[in-house]
């Protein structure tokens, strides 16, 4: 069975940081697309960051720059590092699987907010 564990959300000012894990058990990040979505308040869930297979990556323009997704291999576990935060951001952050069959997180919480 399939599973996506997020954590590492919370409440953070603006301009602060937070760094998102994703764990996942019953595939291996290593081999699949693996990727961040976002779904704000009465907002569509949205595109944030993905990490194909070979490494390459490509950022939403809205975190171009501030976002990084990365991946521990060994830990089967793929993070994403924001920076910057701005009040914008907050919403809840879903890690995503796909290889054919897609996969989805629970989602965490993040709520940018002085």
């Known amino acids: 069975q399939v599973q996506l564990e997020e954590s590492g959300g919370g409440l953070v000012q603006p301009g602060g940081s937070l760094k998102l894990s994703c764990v996942a058990s019953?595939?291996?990040?290593?081999?699949?697309?693996m990727a961040w979505f976002r779904q704000a308040p009465g907002k569509q869930r949205e595109f944030v960051a993905r990490?194909?297979?070979?490494?390459?990556?490509r950022y939403a323009d809205s975190v171009k720059g501030r976002f990084t997704i990365s991946r521990d291999n060994a830990k089967n576990t793929v993070y994403l590092q924001m920076n910057s935060l701005k009040p914008e951001d907050t919403a809840v952050y879903y890690c995503y699987a796909a290889i054919g069959p897609e996969y989805w997180g629970q989602g965490t919480q993040v709520t940018v907010s002085s």
């Open positions: 990490l194909w297979s070979g490494g390459s990556t």
């Open positions: 019953g595939i291996s990040v290593r081999i699949y697309t």
